[in-house]
């Protein structure tokens, strides 16, 4: 059986902005850094890991930067990992896309199972997507974490 440790990136750019990262390539604010230094400190006594997997976005690879070097292992940066793409919210602020997308907007607070980002990726799409890369990973790792 293989494990499998899921941890989101630390504070991006965007999120500090109150932006809609999306596929946009966002960095790490100096706030996400940290998280993802503490974050590595605190899993590295506590767990054993052979291989390291992040989508090959920015916050998220560069959240993987602390576990590589504590653990001495490469980062596999899979693009399956990207969490959803947003379309046409991509970059936008929270308040834009809330007057310029107002009807998709109000789905994706209010039935966020159906809900789809103007011109981007539903999130059953995303769940989709997302939930094959995972099995593929475990597939290629069984009996490791």
């Given at each position: ?7 989101r ?54 959240t993987?930067v ?42 994706w ?21 997302v ?15």
């Amino acid at each position: 059986m293989t494990r499998i440790i899921m941890i989101r990136h630390g504070q991006s750019e965007a999120n500090a902005q109150s932006r809609f990262a999306g596929h946009s390539d966002f960095d790490l604010s100096e706030l996400g850094r940290q998280q993802a230094e503490l974050a590595a400190k605190y899993l590295y006594g506590k767990e054993q890991l052979d291989v390291i997997y992040a989508s090959d976005l920015l916050r998220a690879h560069n959240t993987a930067v602390p576990f590589s070097k504590l653990y001495g292992l490469p980062i596999n940066d899979r693009e399956g990992l990207r969490e959803l793409f947003a379309g046409d919210w991509e970059g936008r602020t929270i308040d834009d896309i809330k007057q310029r997308y107002s009807e998709d907007f109000r789905v994706w607070r209010e039935d966020f199972s159906n809900a789809r980002c103007t011109g981007g990726e539903s999130v059953a799409e995303l769940y989709g997507r997302v939930c094959a890369e995972v099995l593929s990973i475990a597939a290629e790792n069984e009996g490791r974490c």
